[in-house]
């Protein structure tokens, strides 16, 4: 069992699923001949031709509308958006076209296909670089919304999104790219759509995250005995999971590296107010990314929730 | 260095019938009486159905319709030149095509009362549904193009848009992603001078929309968008080059539309009646009739015949749509996605049951 980081893991993902799948196209921009900005297409153009693996004009919107017509020519894309930033232009064919094709059609057509973009900050890149934008796509029926949180749950997750038969948006926290080296079958395995992993388990407190905030997260819990949920899928979210344990610690916290206002974190809290409030002892805490523009690198560490902001909720919390 | 000229461009235009009912020999394309006979009755039942769908809109029957009135042989006369199989990816402003290509008249009126269930395209046909937002169909048609290149399919691929679409990101984006890779693809615009109250002149400098293409690699072509052999030759010559490998064509059929946008919209407030009526003298289906009575195609009774018949079609397509049971709401959560999250399952249970 080959130790991979998580790029390498969602490589061997498209290679398996691309091998096994003559459906399986990968489009994007710079995929090809330089393998991704990240690498993580890298030696696919090389196995599998430019027919499969198609460099495309920088172009986000034609990229997805490309997809979108793929798909309901019964191909299974895979569309790159270089960074998550960068989807914006593509906006209206998710919401527009991608995630509403089989409703409009009442079935007839369907898209299943995965737009995959690199996620969230940490790379000292230029603005627009280090978004985290998921709750737009969280809030548009007909889409999936999937973030892994590491190499082994990043390639079981991809391969499900591959085969699923709607559309998938695949986010990768690229702080964990390189980050840790994980245990990576090279042969079959898939994790399901929808289903959060429970990372720790505790009596006194409930901690939901996903992504890179997770690693930290994981982190800050140390002294506490909490539960530790990475939901894994945000869109559908595993409601039974985070019920169970919110209703068994009667204390939730949420960490994301987004916004806070109409961040996820919101529908999460909302979510608990409705089915489990009798079983609260205090309020739901969220730690999240102010309500302000991801800054650049030099001010970037203070916006994102670090262990000491997810500690003092956690102690705030806990004086209920 | 001095300067150079490195590029010069010319765009053609094509007329094959004039508004007297002659058509230049040399251009006609090869067309069977039986052929030019089913295309007047396609365009007068395009008409009767438009006709219909207006008098069942003011009645309430059916909901907001996009009137095709005057451009009906842009539709019919492309739509003519398509195969059933073919994958065909309209804007919302396309009745004439999808008569032409053999859709179940019930489901149109259907669709337009407010039923999506109207848009399921029989097994066969491959007519996408409507795309509403403006434009944004157009990659749909590319990526379509580039799997049947892929797939070594002879399926043509056609997106049909409007004069306002080409002012659309998605239209350069579709159209530069056409031209790098030579698709086999159509693109059919009827430029029917008007997005909604935005006149073409206004829309873009560019003296025709045809010589868009030019500038992503591809041939551009202007029609006489109310000639139906014009249309149809123009159509069958791109499909032929896009299924021989030759690449994507752009297709502008300068046409008019002699009603309002919707039933919603009132043209009067911006545009003139002198304007309509000039352009009402260049009816498409006048001037076919014009044709077949020249050649003995078209007496008096044949004419009232077709028109006849095409009411009794859409009397019929009338009757069987309005006899459709309303869908159950649980519809609107059955083909969301293929397996409904257990959220919608609930939400839907919860519906049934009246809960909050």
Known sequence: MPTCNMVQAINLALREEMAKDDRV???????????????????LLGEFGPERVVDMPLAESGIVGAAVGMALYGLRPVAEIQFMGFIYGSFDQIFSHAARMRNRSRGRFCCPMVIRTPYGSGI??????????????????????????????????????????????FLEPTRLYRLVREN??????????????????GGDVTVIAWGSMLERVVKAVEPYSADVIDL???????????????????RAVIVHEAAKTCGFGAEL?????????LYLRGPVLRVTGYDVHVPLAKLVDSYLPGVDRIRKAIDEIMRY | MPERTIATFTIKRLEILDDKGNADERLMPSLEEVDIRRMYELLVLSRTFDERALNLQREGRIGTYPSIFGQEAAQVGSAY???????????????????????????LFQYWSGDERGLISPQGLNILPVSVSVGTHIPHAVGAAMAVRYRRDRAAVIAYFGDGASSK?????????????????????????????????????????????????????????????AVYRATREALEKARNGGGPTFIECYTYRLSHHTTSDDASRYRSREEVEQWKRKDPIDRLELLMEKRGLLSGKDRREVKERSLEIIDAAVREAESVPPPGADEMFLNLVEKPSRRQSKQMTGMKNADV
């Open chain 1, 25 to 43: 196209l990968v489009i994007g921009e710079d995929v090809g001949m330089d393998g991704g900005v990240f690498r993580v297409t890298d030696g």
């Open chain 1, 124 to 169: 000292k890149a230029p603005e627009l670089h280090e978004e985290s934008a998921e709750a737009f796509f969280c809030h548009m029926p007909g889409i999936k919304v999937v973030v892994p949180s590491g190499p082994f749950n990043a390639k079981g997750l991809l391969v499900s999104a591959i085969r699923d038969p709607d559309p998938v948006l």
């Open chain 1, 184 to 201: 990576v079958p090279d042969e079959e395995y898939t994790l399901p759509l929808g289903k959060a992993r429970i990372v720790k388990e």
């Open chain 1, 232 to 250: 894994m899928t945000l869109s559908p979210f595993d409601e039974e999971t985070v019920l169970e344990s919110v209703r068994k610690t009667g």
């Open chain 1, 269 to 277: 809290a909302a979510t608990i107010a409705e089915e489990a409030i």
């Open chain 2, 81 to 107: 030149a398509l195969d059933k199989s073919d994958w065909v990816f309209p804007s919302f402003r396309e009745t004439g095509m999808y008569i032409a290509m053999g859709y179940p008249l019930p489901l």
């Open chain 2, 169 to 229: 990101g998605d239209f350069h984006e579709g159209f530069t992603i056409a031209g790098a890779f030579r698709l086999p693809v159509v693109f059919l615009c009827q430029n029917n001078q008007w997005a909604i109250s935005m006149p073409r002149e206004r829309q873009t400098a560019a003296d025709t929309l045809a010589q868009k293409a030019l500038a992503y690699g591809f041939e551009g072509v202007q029609v006489d968008g109310n000639d139906v052999f």
